[in-house]
């Protein structure tokens, strides 16, 4: 990787720390989804201060011997992998908000129920007759 590459890629990665972090703060993103993001871009920073890594990484798997550079093979594989990662976690929480949707329609409809069973209660109940009011006992003088 070449030096201009590299500083491409850490002022990319420096950025999507910086505005991830921000986010959080802004409360615009949520932990649970900034803690992804967080690192990935720390994932990004560590694989351009050590390039050697993700060329020992790639020859280890063996992908520098299928006619392409490894680092290439393994780079597409590992974005492969985030995006899967990121599809089973939106999936996960997309699963998790439409199960609360689901039980607060229940229980918005078991409301509605009791209400117009109380109204209904309410209109067919007699009136009672309105009690008199006690006298004052009379005053001696």
Do not use: C
Not at 38 to 58: H, Q, R
Request: net charge positive; hydrophobic share 50%.
């Amino acid at each position: 990787m070449s030096w201009p590459q590299r500083i491409v890629l850490l002022v990319l990665g420096l950025a999507l720390l910086g505005i991830s972090l921000h986010l959080i703060r802004r409360r615009r993103l949520r932990e649970e989804y900034g803690v992804l993001w967080i690192f990935t871009s720390l994932g990004m920073l560590a694989l351009v201060l050590m390039p050697g890594a993700l060329e020992g990484a790639a020859s280890w798997l063996g992908l520098d011997q299928a006619g392409q550079p490894g680092v290439t093979m393994l780079l597409m594989l590992m974005g492969l992998v985030f995006l899967g990662a990121v599809a089973v976690h939106f999936s996960a929480v997309i699963t998790k908000y439409a199960n609360r949707e689901r039980d607060l329609s229940q229980e918005i409809a078991l409301l509605k129920d009791e209400v117009m069973r109380l109204r209904t209660e309410q209109r067919e109940a007699p009136l009672a007759p309105p009690e008199p009011k006690p006298r004052p006992p009379a005053l001696r003088t």
